[in-house]
């Protein structure tokens, strides 16, 4: 029989690459949507047709449960968040409702319809519903060691990395309280060219597609030096269902081990279309951060040690691979633009 798994996120960048993943493997799976009317679940329906979907949102129990009941899943791999840092200073209660108790009442959803009704330290057993938490290199925030394992100890510098060690502290004490099969990934910065317009990465990469079809002069960065391990989005969903396949639960740190400054970030983007990032790129002091995380890197070998799991796209080839598929997709509007200008009707 097919396995079951349940994404919520999957709307989002990981959640899209993590379905294709699962459906390869020869899973049935169902991504959680929320709204009437949510565009981005046309999108990732076109990115990925064998999808299938239920509705339900993180911040309502009652939606979480029935979605789990009705899926009935073996894995539950919960994605969803407002994941974007900025925002969670604007809208700190929001984040935490979304971020920190949706994951609560996710592990609350499995907890009812596995009927786990009273605490106890018994260990996992098979046929149990397994869950995966996307935790966040954001928890360690400002370093005093480095590079960061999963001993490394947490100090987080924004609302979203406070909120996201809940939902870390949550998984594993429903871990150690029931004896679920509940396990963190601690995930470092991964993108892609599904990459929300509003990260770091994606922002450069259209930039240069625009700025090199001459559809815009100049690209507003925040803080240049601000160092983070980059690698790609779909070597990451790898690790998060290999974690789900291990005899006993743990947490995992997942990166590259590799340093780049956004300054590395906006030169590597700019060469990959012949042009010089100075000559484009100007600071703008109000996208600096109030409480900056200024540098990360992981230590994984706890995930290569035990899941056998190692990044294969570096970073130089990622920009290219994100600035290329801008470049495309910047194109193709073009066209689409020109030819509908010259229509006749
Ligand atoms: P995205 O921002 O691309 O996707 C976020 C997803 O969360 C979307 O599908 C969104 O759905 C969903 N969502 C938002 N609010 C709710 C809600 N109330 N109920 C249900 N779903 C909701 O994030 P990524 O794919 O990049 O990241 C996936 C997860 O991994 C997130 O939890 C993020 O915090 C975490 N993470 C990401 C890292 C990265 O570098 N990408 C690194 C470490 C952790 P909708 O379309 O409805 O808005
Ligand atoms: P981050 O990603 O906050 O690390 O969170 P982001 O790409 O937003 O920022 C990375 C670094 O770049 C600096 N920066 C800018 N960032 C943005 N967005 N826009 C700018 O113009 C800009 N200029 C400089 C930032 O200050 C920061 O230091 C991502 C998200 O995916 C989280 O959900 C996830 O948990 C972490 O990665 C790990």
Redesign the pocket.
């Given at each position: 029989m097919a396995k079951r798994a349940l994404i919520?996120?999957?709307?989002?960048?990981?959640?899209s690459y993590l379905a294709e993943h699962l459906l390869s493997l020869g899973y049935r799976v169902w991504g959680?949507?929320?709204?009437q009317a949510?565009p981005?679940?046309d999108r990732v329906s076109r990115l990925v047709p064998d999808l299938e979907f239920v509705h339900?949102?993180?911040?309502d129990q009652g939606s979480l449960v029935t979605a789990v009941n009705t899926v009935q899943p073996d894995e539950v791999y919960?994605?969803?968040?407002?994941?974007?840092v900025p925002m969670s200073w604007q809208q700190p209660e929001l984040v935490t409702?979304?971020?920190g108790t949706?994951v609560l009442r996710t592990l609350e959803a499995i907890r009812i319809v596995s009927g786990l009704t009273k605490p106890s330290a018994s260990s996992v057993v098979d046929g149990q519903i397994r869950f995966y938490q996307?935790?966040?290199?954001?928890m360690f925030g400002m370093v005093t060691q480095s590079p960061q394992s999963e001993t490394t100890s947490f100090h987080p510098r924004s609302p979203?990395g406070v909120v996201?060690t809940y939902g870390h502290y949550m998984t594993r004490n429903y871990r150690e309280s029931y004896g679920m099969y509940a396990v963190s990934g601690?995930?470092?910065?991964?993108?892609s060219p599904?990459?929300?317009a509003e990260?770091v990465t994606r922002k450069i990469s259209l930039a240069v597609a625009q700025i090199k079809l001459g559809l815009q002069e100049k690209l507003s960065l925040g803080n240049l030096d601000a160092v983070r391990d980059w690698g790609f989005?779909g070597d990451?969903v790898r690790a998060m269902h290999l974690m789900l396949q291990q005899d006993q639960p743990d947490d995992y740190v997942v990166g590259t081990g590799q340093m780049h400054s956004v300054r590395d970030a906006a030169r590597i983007a700019f060469e990959c279309v012949g042009l010089n990032w100075e000559d484009y790129v100007s600071v703008d002091p109000g996208l600096v951060r109030p409480a900056e995380v200024e540098t990360l890197c992981a230590d994984y070998s706890h995930a290569r040690k035990h899941l056998d799991w190692e990044p294969k796209v570096e970073f130089p080839e990622l920009m290219r691979m994100m600035v290329e598929s801008d470049l495309r997709q910047a194109r193709l509007a073009s066209e689409q633009r020109a030819e509908l200008s010259g229509a006749t009707w």
């Amino acid at each position: 029989m097919a396995k079951r798994a349940l994404i919520t996120g999957v709307t989002g960048q990981d959640g899209s690459y993590l379905a294709e993943h699962l459906l390869s493997l020869g899973y049935r799976v169902w991504g959680l949507t929320r709204g009437q009317a949510n565009p981005r679940k046309d999108r990732v329906s076109r990115l990925v047709p064998d999808l299938e979907f239920v509705h339900g949102d993180l911040m309502d129990q009652g939606s979480l449960v029935t979605a789990v009941n009705t899926v009935q899943p073996d894995e539950v791999y919960n994605l969803g968040a407002i994941s974007f840092v900025p925002m969670s200073w604007q809208q700190p209660e929001l984040v935490t409702e979304v971020n920190g108790t949706g994951v609560l009442r996710t592990l609350e959803a499995i907890r009812i319809v596995s009927g786990l009704t009273k605490p106890s330290a018994s260990s996992v057993v098979d046929g149990q519903i397994r869950f995966y938490q996307a935790s966040s290199s954001e928890m360690f925030g400002m370093v005093t060691q480095s590079p960061q394992s999963e001993t490394t100890s947490f100090h987080p510098r924004s609302p979203y990395g406070v909120v996201k060690t809940y939902g870390h502290y949550m998984t594993r004490n429903y871990r150690e309280s029931y004896g679920m099969y509940a396990v963190s990934g601690i995930l470092f910065n991964h993108e892609s060219p599904r990459r929300g317009a509003e990260f770091v990465t994606r922002k450069i990469s259209l930039a240069v597609a625009q700025i090199k079809l001459g559809l815009q002069e100049k690209l507003s960065l925040g803080n240049l030096d601000a160092v983070r391990d980059w690698g790609f989005a779909g070597d990451y969903v790898r690790a998060m269902h290999l974690m789900l396949q291990q005899d006993q639960p743990d947490d995992y740190v997942v990166g590259t081990g590799q340093m780049h400054s956004v300054r590395d970030a906006a030169r590597i983007a700019f060469e990959c279309v012949g042009l010089n990032w100075e000559d484009y790129v100007s600071v703008d002091p109000g996208l600096v951060r109030p409480a900056e995380v200024e540098t990360l890197c992981a230590d994984y070998s706890h995930a290569r040690k035990h899941l056998d799991w190692e990044p294969k796209v570096e970073f130089p080839e990622l920009m290219r691979m994100m600035v290329e598929s801008d470049l495309r997709q910047a194109r193709l509007a073009s066209e689409q633009r020109a030819e509908l200008s010259g229509a006749t009707w």
